[in-house]
């Protein structure tokens, strides 16, 4: 299986003021590109290199540190990207709105939740809403860390839906040290229906 670069689904400018162009050209040309090109050499010889990119971070423990640093890094901006949209905001609705309303009461108390556990996140990391046992969840991984890994916590794994970086790579020409303005900002550019779209395809895949 070949693992390639994804490209942005939008221009570099499109989430300003947000999050500025700059910062999107060095995350993803730089950083993304980094992860991606430092998983392949970490794998070379390996049989997972064939492995579709989730089922190698599964198996993050047994292909050891680089792997987990890199593929992870790997996978979790291609799923990063997604979350965000030029014409994002708003709350989430269909089926992933009445499961926000039933499981947190709002979109406002889910908003709360995923900031509250962003700004406790120490260092870097990235900050989630999961599946977990067909229910949604708030959680936290360190580093690169993704909830499919068999090495996190049992608590933080699950299917990832909706995946925020913390690393301040992500902000700090924009914000520099204000991860609350960050994540405050990051509402602004929401993409609540690439994450419908994740829920929803999780929910069938679990039946
Ligand atoms: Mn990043």
């Given at each position: 299986?070949?693992?390639?670069l994804p490209d942005l689904p939008y221009?570099?400018?499109a989430l300003?003021?947000?999050?500025?162009?700059?910062?999107m050209?060095?995350h993803h040309?730089?950083?993304h590109?980094?992860?991606?090109?430092?998983?392949?050499?970490?794998?070379?010889?390996?049989?997972?290199?064939?492995?579709?990119i989730?089922?190698?971070?599964?198996?993050?423990?047994?292909?050891?540190?680089?792997?987990?640093?890199?593929?992870?890094?790997f996978l979790n901006h291609n799923i990063y990207w997604t979350c965000m949209a030029a014409d994002g905001?708003?709350?989430?609705?269909?089926?992933?709105?009445?499961?926000?309303?039933?499981?947190?009461?709002?979109?406002?108390?889910?908003?709360?939740?995923?900031?509250?556990?962003?700004?406790?996140?120490?260092?870097?990391?990235f900050?989630w809403l999961?599946?977990?046992?067909?229910?949604?969840?708030?959680?936290?991984?360190?580093?690169?860390?993704?909830?499919?890994?068999?090495?996190?916590?049992?608590?933080?794994?699950?299917?990832p839906l909706l995946g925020i970086d913390?690393?301040?790579?992500?902000?700090?020409?924009?914000?520099?040290?204000?991860?609350?303005?960050?994540?405050?900002?990051f509402?602004?550019i929401v993409n609540w229906n690439s994450v419908g779209e994740r829920y929803?395809s999780a929910?069938?895949?679990?039946?």
């Amino acid at each position: 299986m070949a693992h390639t670069l994804p490209d942005l689904p939008y221009a570099h400018d499109a989430l300003a003021p947000h999050i500025d162009a700059r910062t999107m050209e060095i995350h993803h040309g730089k950083h993304h590109a980094t992860y991606l090109a430092n998983m392949l050499k970490a794998l070379e010889g390996k049989p997972e290199l064939e492995d579709p990119i989730e089922k190698i971070v599964g198996k993050a423990g047994e292909l050891g540190g680089p792997v987990r640093n890199n593929a992870g890094g790997f996978l979790n901006h291609n799923i990063y990207w997604t979350c965000m949209a030029a014409d994002g905001g708003g709350d989430p609705a269909g089926a992933l709105g009445e499961a926000v309303a039933a499981e947190f009461g709002s979109a406002d108390s889910l908003r709360e939740q995923l900031t509250a556990a962003g700004l406790a996140r120490f260092g870097s990391g990235f900050v989630w809403l999961i599946l977990k046992d067909g229910k949604l969840k708030v959680v936290s991984t360190p580093n690169q860390d993704n909830p499919l890994m068999d090495v996190v916590p049992a608590e933080a794994q699950g299917i990832p839906l909706l995946g925020i970086d913390v690393w301040e790579h992500a902000y700090y020409l924009n914000y520099q040290n204000r991860r609350p303005d960050y994540l405050k900002a990051f509402w602004e550019i929401v993409n609540w229906n690439s994450v419908g779209e994740r829920y929803e395809s999780a929910k069938s895949a679990a039946g």
